[in-house]
């Protein structure tokens, strides 16, 4: 969003002039940088480059010293880089992108610290519950994020765009005290919860080994169930990345969208990709516990999730220039896509519970590739056609197909039963053959 206010409006080079929405397409919006579309993307892509590297050495680190102290240093760390992120931009462009890269590195461990901490606070019923609860909170953090982000850019106050920034990178900080007081990596540790709840926990949730366990990489990486998740993960966070990244732009240049409206237009698919994760966590898991194949609703979840966003997209062409009615049928793709976003994490956790941080680490890996890849992947189809909404629809599309893809291999090769590797030898539970 931060961005769109800091660059001026992307002009197209192309002779064809015919654009469907060509006046409501001239934005006025004149920022500080003439970035041409391939810098802005790689200044997109810079983040995740390191995030996806560190992916698995963060996983390991939280299996390691622990999911609190992992999310800690995580937003620790990617707040301080947000704070001088500015400061950055205004000494120059690449000094801006090695701060991406390093605040790439730091919060990479983030989302395996929050799965290696709630294997131990979760019963393997409620788990796609806990995981939906857990992920949608950075997505309200987003729904809020964008208008807010908006509004402060706005502002003529330092051109309004490093407010965003200064705001959020403080209340990171705020969020890793709170954090440090009131969390604990263990139930049994907590003084605010209560006994009844602790004896719950101790009885249904995944035990911890006592002996440390050496990391079984050559079975990891041989696990076919782990590739599914990796590929259903891939296909999801293209698909969503496309909507969260990309959208502000797409409003902005291709419908004209005004950047304050734009801010409040873009958190209504998260909207409804909250409640859908909420909504489906919890059906799954009421689902799964009375209907006698959790591998059949984990695949049928996911195959929901993966195929109704496509039929909303095809929508989108014959809407126009309505950017309202546009939104509306985004928003209703989000609210299918809780359906497979919800399954994902949960699989990691049942099925690996000792080694749930590198096991996420390695999903996440492959899901961020898209980080790197979405830019470019929107650079494809809107290179020189950046206010014609006809090619911003083939891209559309086009991530909808690869999603419907990855869903339904996810769906063939899903499992719910850990392997015997998996699990602690003092774990008392059935394992799969």
């Given at each position: 969003?931060?961005?769109?206010?800091?660059?001026?409006s992307?002009?197209?080079?192309?002779?064809?002039?015919?654009?469907?929405?060509?006046?409501?397409s001239?934005?006025?919006?004149?920022?500080?940088?003439?970035?041409?579309q391939?810098l802005?993307?790689?200044?997109?892509?810079?983040?995740?480059?390191?995030?996806?590297?560190?992916?698995?050495?963060?996983?390991i680190?939280a299996?390691k010293?622990?999911?609190k102290?992992?999310?800690f240093?995580?937003?620790l760390?990617?707040?301080?880089?947000t704070?001088?992120?500015?400061?950055?931009?205004?000494?120059?462009?690449?000094?801006?992108?090695?701060?991406?890269?390093?605040e790439?590195m730091?919060e990479?461990?983030?989302?395996e610290?929050?799965?290696?901490?709630?294997?131990?606070w979760c019963?393997d019923?409620?788990?796609?519950?806990?995981?939906?609860?857990?992920?949608?909170?950075?997505?309200?953090?987003t729904?809020?994020?964008?208008?807010v982000?908006?509004?402060?850019?706005?502002?003529?106050?330092?051109h309004?765009w490093?407010?965003?920034?200064?705001?959020?990178?403080?209340?990171?900080l705020?969020?890793?005290?709170?954090?440090?007081f009131?969390?604990?990596e263990y139930?049994?540790?907590?003084p605010?919860?209560?006994e009844t709840e602790?004896k719950?926990?101790?009885t249904?949730?995944?035990?911890?080994?006592?002996?440390?366990?050496?990391?079984?990489?050559?079975?990891?990486?041989?696990?076919?169930p782990?590739?599914?998740?990796?590929?259903?993960?891939?296909g999801?966070?293209?698909?969503?990345?496309?909507?969260?990244?990309?959208?502000?732009t797409?409003?902005?240049?291709?419908?004209?969208?005004?950047?304050?409206?734009?801010g409040?237009l873009?958190?209504?698919?998260?909207?409804?990709?909250?409640?859908?994760?909420?909504?489906?966590g919890?059906?799954?898991?009421?689902i799964?516990?009375?209907?006698?194949?959790?591998?059949?609703?984990?695949?049928?979840?996911m195959?929901?999730?993966?195929?109704?966003?496509?039929?909303?997209?095809f929508?989108?062409e014959?809407?126009?220039?309505?950017?309202?009615?546009?939104?509306?049928?985004?928003?209703?793709?989000m609210?299918?896509?809780?359906?497979?976003?919800?399954?994902?994490g949960a699989?990691?956790?049942?099925?690996?519970?000792?080694?749930?941080?590198?096991?996420?680490g390695?999903?996440?890996?492959a899901?961020?590739?898209?980080g790197?890849?979405?830019?470019?992947?929107v650079?494809?189809?809107?290179y020189?056609?950046?206010?014609?909404?006809?090619?911003?629809?083939?891209?559309?599309?086009?991530?909808?197909?690869?999603l419907?893809?990855c869903?339904?291999?996810?769906?063939?090769?899903?499992r719910?039963?850990?392997p015997?590797?998996?699990v602690?030898?003092n774990e008392?539970?059935q394992?799969?053959?």
């Open positions: 969003m931060a961005i769109v206010k800091m660059t001026d992307i002009e197209s080079n192309d002779s064809n002039t015919d654009y469907e929405c060509k006046i409501l001239q934005s006025n919006n004149t920022g500080q940088y003439n970035w041409d391939s802005q993307s790689a200044i997109l892509s810079a983040f995740f480059y390191s995030y996806t590297i560190f992916m698995i050495p963060g996983g680190l299996d010293i622990g999911g102290t992992t999310m240093y995580a937003t760390g990617s707040s301080l880089f704070l001088i992120t500015p400061l950055s931009v205004y000494i120059n462009v690449y000094v801006l992108i090695v701060v991406r890269v390093l790439g730091l990479a461990p983030f989302y610290g929050m799965m290696a901490i709630l294997r131990k019963a019923f409620e788990v796609t519950a806990y995981i939906g609860i857990s992920i949608s909170g950075a997505f309200l953090g729904i809020i994020s964008q208008p982000t908006g509004y402060l850019s706005s502002f003529n106050i330092m309004g490093p407010l965003a920034f200064y705001v959020f990178g403080v209340l990171g705020i969020w890793c005290i709170f954090w440090h009131l969390v604990t139930p049994q540790e907590n605010y919860v209560s602790k719950f926990i101790k249904f949730a995944v035990k911890p080994s006592i002996v440390p366990q050496p990391i079984p990489w050559l079975k990891l990486f041989t696990y076919i782990l590739y599914a998740n990796c590929i259903g993960q891939l999801l966070s293209l698909y969503f990345d496309i909507i969260l990244s990309e959208m502000p797409y409003l902005a240049n291709a419908l004209g969208v005004k950047i304050t409206t734009n409040i873009n958190a209504l698919p998260l909207i409804m990709l909250f409640i859908s994760l909420n909504l489906f919890f059906l799954t898991d009421y799964a516990n009375v209907f006698p194949s959790k591998r059949l609703i984990r695949g049928l979840m195959l929901v999730g993966s195929i109704i966003p496509l039929i909303f997209n929508l989108i014959s809407a126009g220039c309505n950017f309202v009615l546009v939104v509306l049928l985004i928003s209703a793709s609210l299918s896509l809780g359906a497979a976003f919800s399954q994902l699989n990691i956790v049942e099925l690996f519970p000792l080694h749930t941080g590198i096991a996420y390695i999903v996440n890996t899901s961020n590739l898209q790197i890849l979405a830019p470019y992947f650079e494809l189809f809107t020189h056609h950046i206010h014609d909404r006809r090619h911003w629809q083939h891209m559309f599309n086009t991530s909808s197909v690869i419907i893809v869903g339904i291999l996810f769906a063939v090769f899903v719910v039963t850990p015997k590797w998996a602690a030898p008392n539970k394992y799969a053959v």
